[in-house]
């Protein structure tokens, strides 16, 4: 007896079995959109990632920089500093420039609502993912409560004449659903606390340069 030969055909039974039931045309209404839900988490990860990560990018001499600047009294020259670096800190400090000559309050005033601005825009679509992972898996469970109703239904019109093979399919069907909508729900979820936990890194960072601007400005003589 070919042992291997058999184990095969077991492997390629279970796969096409697998498969079958995801693709399953009583499941399909669950399962499309679930998949799309995926490819959406999916997308909006690698390209809020690469966001995150440019926005990150700060270069090391720019605080010492615009230090310069402010102390030489050159403030065109830290605008054009500022405007030539397309990132949230350059902004900020964009504006707080742009103020001074103003009460200190307004100037912090003036950087804290950019800043607000620019963490809005970093955590672009976020929402969607933090949303996914919530309905993810009750999508899920839909349906498999309306498969599980479906075979108990056809189960209840023929009592006499239940082939359990075709109800364990049904059933079967309907459990997929529910692995579909969990694993699209844990993945968005981790996703989700991965940028969220990378946008606050990156608001620490901003606070610490922001609040090292307005120290900038609090020294004697400024």
Not at 137 to 151: D, N, R
Not at 160 to 181: C, E, H, K, Q, R
Request: hydrophobic fraction near 50%; glycine fraction near 6%.
């Amino acid at each position: 007896m070919n042992i291997p030969f058999l184990l095969d055909a077991v492997a390629t039974e279970e796969k096409v079995s697998f498969f079958k039931l995801v693709f399953d045309p009583s499941s399909l209404w669950i399962m499309i959109p679930l998949m799309l839900m995926l490819l959406w988490v999916i997308y909006v990860f690698i390209e809020r990632w690469l966001t995150l990560n440019d926005a990150a990018k700060i270069d090391p001499n720019f605080m010492n920089h615009i230090k310069d600047f402010i102390h030489e009294g050159r403030f065109d020259s830290a605008l054009a500093l500022c405007r030539g670096n397309n990132s949230p800190l350059a902004c900020m400090i964009e504006k707080g420039i742009s103020r001074i000559g103003k009460p200190l309050n307004d100037i912090s005033a003036a950087i804290e609502n950019t800043g607000q601005l620019e963490v809005q825009r970093l955590e672009k679509r976020l929402s969607s993912v933090a949303t996914i992972s919530g309905i993810a898996p009750m999508i899920g469970f839909l349906g498999t409560v309306t498969g599980m109703i479906s075979a108990f239904s056809e189960m209840a019109a023929n009592p006499n004449n239940v082939n359990i093979a075709d109800l364990s399919d049904g059933i079967y069907t309907a459990m997929i659903t529910t692995v579909g909508g969990l694993i699209v729900g844990i993945i968005a979820y981790v996703f989700y606390n991965i940028l969220v936990d990378k946008v606050s890194e990156l608001i620490h960072q901003l606070e610490g340069h922001s609040t090292e601007f307005m120290d900038m400005l609090n020294e004697p003589g400024k």
